[in-house]
């Protein structure tokens, strides 16, 4: 082959190479967008969730506090027409100061497993492997390499 031929083909395959460079390392960069994402939607909804629940608790506090403070006031009244007239929202509300909150525990999550863990044959036999962090990046500061150095040979 002459010297152009080689240059072209020195060319394709360096393409080829930074093509499949790309192609990998966007196959990982989709995966991990698409596991933070669904990391992400798994905390805000539980997250979600809890708040929900102490909001509903909070309102039925304050409620309680308002009752409280209403009551307070009534029953400082002297004239017992007044009571008599407000008696359903007196019994009401000791009913509803009597009520327990049901609130009593949060459910949240207060730190990640930032491990990988996956199961791997060895020696025909499945073995649990788990990567902290730091090997993790470790192993991907090493992914890809470049390898089987090919000799074309051409003719001067």
Do not use: H, P
């Given at each position: ?16 190479m ?42 039925r506090?304050?409620?309680?506090q ?26 009401e ?22 491990s ?12 649990e ?28």
């Open positions: 082959m002459e010297i152009k031929q080689y240059s072209l083909r020195l060319e394709r395959y360096k393409n080829e930074v093509k499949k460079i790309d192609d990998g390392f966007k196959k990982i960069i989709n995966l991990l967008k698409d596991r933070k994402e669904i990391l992400t939607n798994e905390i805000e909804k539980k997250f979600s969730e809890e708040m929900e629940k102490i909001s509903y608790e909070e309102g506090w304050i409620d309680k308002d009752i409280s403070a209403k009551l307070k006031d009534l029953l400082k009244e002297k004239n017992a027409i007044v009571l008599l007239i407000n008696s359903k929202y007196i019994c509300g000791i009913r509803t100061l009597n009520e327990k909150l049901e609130f009593k525990e949060m459910n949240v999550y207060n730190d990640l497993d930032e990988l863990t996956f199961i791997k044959e060895i020696n025909n036999q499945n073995v492997v788990s990567l902290s962090l730091d090997e993790i990046l470790a192993n991907f500061g090493e992914y890809m390499s470049a390898e089987n150095v090919n000799i074309l040979e051409y003719k001067a």
